[in-house]
Structures are given as C-alpha cells and as structure tokens.
C-alpha cells in the first residue's frame, strides 16, 4: 500500500502520534485514499504477545490519572497537520487497544472521532474492549450517513488455531472470544476486520502456510476485511531472542505469495520490514520485485498478478521447495 507523510517522535510542547501517514488502502471493494495513524498510549494492558515491541513505545511516566492530555494532544496534533479533504478512511492503532479506555481515555476517543467523522474508520482492538457502548458512541460520532459500513472494528485475531494463538504467539485469547466481540460489533452497525499473522515463532515453513491458508478459508465467513501480516522480527522482543539463536526465521516472500495465490477471497498484505533480515525476504536479488507486486496485489486484487509473481525466475526458488519438503518442527530453520 502506498505512504508517504511519515511523522515520529515529538514535538516540542505537546506529543505527536508515534507515525501518521497517508496512503492508498483497498476497503470493501474501492480503492481508497487512507491516512493511517498509530497513537501512543500507557501501552497494552496484556503485553505479552512473544513478537510484538509496543511495550517499547509507551507514553512514560504516566499513570491512569494523567493519560488523557498526552492523547488528546496527538489527535490534535492530528488535526492541526492533515486536512480531511483529500482523506476518505481512517485506520487508527495504539500500542495496544483503541476501545481500551485506559489507553485511549473516552474524551480523546471522542475527539478522534469528531476528526473522522464522515470517513470509513477502521480501529484495531483486542476483543475484550469490544462493548455495545463502546461501539455505538463511537459509531454515532464518525457516521454522517455517508458509508453503509462506516467502522470496522480490527481485531488481531492471528490465526484461527487457538493452539498456535495460545502456545506460538501468547496472545490471551480466544476464537470464542473473537466470535463474541465480532457479534457485539455487527449488532451496533460496525463491520468486522482481522488481522492474522504469517508464521509466529515454533511453526516450520510448511506449517505456516497450511495455518494461514485455514485461517483464511475460516475468516471467509467471520470478517468482512481481512489482512496478513507477515511475522517480523522486532527488537526486545522473545522472537528476537529466537532469532538471534538461529532458532527463528521469518518467512519467504514465496509463501506469502502461495498463501495469497490459494485464498479463497482477497486478502490484504503490506509486508512490515520486507526484503530485510527481519523481515519477511528470499534471497535479496528477488524481493523487491515480489515486494512491489504483493503491494499492488493488495489494491487491485488481481489475482493474475499473483501467478505472474509466482513464475518468477529466481534461484532460492529451489531453496524454498527444499525447505518445505524437509523442514521440521524443534530443528528449523535450515536456513537464514
């Protein structure tokens, strides 16, 4: 997807989201001109996902009494540098939950609302925060009756195995627990995005993709959006301890290319650190070709495009097929 205006870190007498940036992203079918923001909060009340780094990128020093300035201050900031004119959704993340009023105190997220007002809004939270009031005073603010779905509540669902959610990735919930936010979400008017995540840590190659491609075949039926997001390797975090062992490696941009290429509906994917060591990569002298088709995939949800990525001429090919065949769980990976 494509960005630009990228803003971090602070400014001076105030804060500023950690990243805002405008964009193109594909929603419900259109192409659509997106600007994309990620607040800092106190930080994610579970905390103890094995690969995710926001813990890292918390507001300091402040306690549930004093939380509501910093945030309000960034959604001001928000205001003050980005006209709604050329803007027609909102995708909106914290560092951990934006319905979490902890995080996001209810006058901020009012104010954010007021500012999307009249914008497909598509907000990530764990499904714990997923309430009817929390759906509906939000709703009631953003919608102008301009959108027949004007908020999608996102939820980082990761897979469909509760298995793999609990012992590979710790994420401390449910299916169950998705299935029920997804309910209170439909019954307020809001549609319903998840996220899954292309090989946490412990599963080998062959294991991922057959995860995902099951994932996927079951959000078919359970979300209206759905986005695939490679596993990356972020500092400070258990997967990078893994990793710095020989004991992880993120994946190829092979299987997420077949993963794509065997769904069932379009699926989203804007690969985080791709073509680096961390991120998901083949050889380097193919990535960023395959990089920028995934890219363009995910707006024009051509899936002939797809088959032209996967004919690409590349020797790691070879190597990706042989790690398929002979990968195995407790002594992957056999490669870096």
Known sequence: MERHDYHVDQVPGGHRPL???????????????????????????????????YRHVRLEGCGTGDISSPVMSQVEWIGRHFSPDDIEAVKIYTSGSFFDPKEVPLPARNAMGHL??????????????????????????????????????????????????????????????????????RSEGAGVKAYLLAKPPFL?????????????????TMADLVSLNPCSVQKGTELEYYWKMGSYRPPYLWSILSILARAPIHVTCDPLGGGRER?????GKCDRPLLDGI???????????????????????????????????FCMPLTR
């Open 116 to 185: 999307a007002r009249g914008k497909i809004v598509i907000a990530e939270t764990r499904p714990e925060f997923v309430t009817e009031d929390a759906v509906r005073s939000f709703l009631e603010i953003i919608d102008d009756g301009t959108h027949r779905t004007p908020l999608y509540v996102a939820m980082g669902l990761e897979t469909t195995n509760d298995m793999v959610r609990e012992k590979c990735i710790n994420k401390g919930f449910s299916l169950r627990d998705f299935l029920h936010a997804s309910r209170i979400a």
């Open 204 to 220: 080998t190659e062959r294991e991922a993709i057959e995860d995902m491609a099951s994932s996927i075949r079951d959000c078919s």
């Open 295 to 329: 890219r363009s995939y995910s707006l024009s949800a051509d899936r002939s495009l797809l088959c032209e990525l996967l004919e690409t001429d590349c020797t790691c090919r070879g190597e990706w097929d042989f790690v398929l065949r002979n990968e195995r769980p």
């Open 19 to 53: 990243a805002a940036w405008k964009g193109k992203d594909r929603i419900g079918g259109n192409v659509l001109s997106t600007l994309t923001i990620i607040l800092k909060t106190a930080g994610c009340r579970w905390n103890r996902c094995r690969m995710c780094s």
């Open 279 to 283: 991120g998901a990569h083949n050889c």
